[in-house]
């Protein structure tokens, strides 16, 4: 069997309210394009919840409601059960949701159309190497489901780039790369052993830069120099050989 991992499908409604490819609202379409490229299952879901996945004025993804949340789950999972040989779902969650989102999550999980769990790499610039993540990967560790990381919409450093495709190809990119890096760095795999993490588009950069983030933990340039009281000199980032906060 040959699953796709990384496939996004939206309600009619939500083209209505927000910009998006019209090939996000075309289920028939993509059924067929997967069929005819011998795919098997897909698994879909939302970056953004029921929220858009471009840069809207006024609009704040992090801010949804438990109930729009709860009806856009309700949504797919019943798309789920009208393609159930080819279609499965992964719940949105915000890293950094309050207990009231996280137990919706979890309220969402017990339905059998949904396999994982899919959330951004960052939250207006704030990276998952935060401890405000800790909720939230203990609960994935918990529920011991694959967790896809996906870029937000709006990609750390990208608040005044107005080229799209820009956004889209190389921002998104980079914010991956920067997500998943921080989850290493904070510890959350050793923390959380049970974790099954997937990064969207390869995850970034990450198989490019192995000697950089070796260095990047253990930063022995900045070793050699002293300051004059004898401290080591080394800025914030690299604390007794620690790794970085976010």
């Given at each position: 069997m040959i699953i796709d991992i990384h496939g996004h499908l939206s309600p009619p409604e939500a083209a209505e309210r927000f910009p998006m490819p019209p090939a996000l609202t075309d289920v028939d379409g993509m059924l067929a394009a997967r069929a005819e490229a011998g795919i098997d299952l897909t698994i879909?879901?939302?970056?953004?919840?029921?929220?858009?996945?471009?840069?809207?004025?006024?609009?704040?993804?992090?801010?949804?409601?438990?109930?729009?949340?709860?009806?856009?789950?309700?949504?797919?999972?019943?798309?789920?059960?009208?393609?159930?040989?080819?279609?499965?779902?992964?719940?949105?969650?915000?890293?950094?949701?309050?207990?009231?989102?996280?137990?919706?999550?979890?309220?969402?999980?017990?339905?059998p159309a949904f396999v994982g769990l899919i959330t951004t790499s960052s939250v207006h610039g704030e990276l998952l190497g935060s401890p405000r993540a800790d909720p939230f990967f203990a609960l994935a560790a918990e529920a011991g489901v694959p967790v896809l990381v996906h870029a937000p919409a709006e990609p750390a450093g990208t608040e005044r780039v107005g080229q799209t495709p820009f956004v889209e190809q190389i921002g998104r990119f980079g914010d991956v790369t920067l997500g998943m890096a921080m989850i290493a760095f904070a510890g959350w795999l050793d923390k959380y052993p049970g974790l099954r993490l997937i990064g969207a588009t390869g995850g970034g950069a990450l198989a490019l830069l192995p000697e950089r983030l070796q260095t990047a933990a253990r930063p022995r340039h900045w070793e050699i120099g002293r300051a004059s009281g004898g401290e080591r000199v080394c800025p914030g980032l690299c604390r007794s050989r620690g790794a970085p906060d976010q």
């Open positions: 879909i879901g939302s970056p953004v919840g029921a929220g858009a996945m471009a840069r809207v004025p006024g609009v704040d993804n992090y801010a949804q409601p438990r109930d729009r949340l709860r009806a856009f789950h309700a949504w797919m999972s019943g798309l789920i059960r009208r393609f159930p040989d080819q279609l499965r779902g992964y719940v949105y969650a915000n890293p950094f949701g309050d207990d009231d989102h996280l137990e919706g999550v979890r309220e969402t999980l017990a339905d």
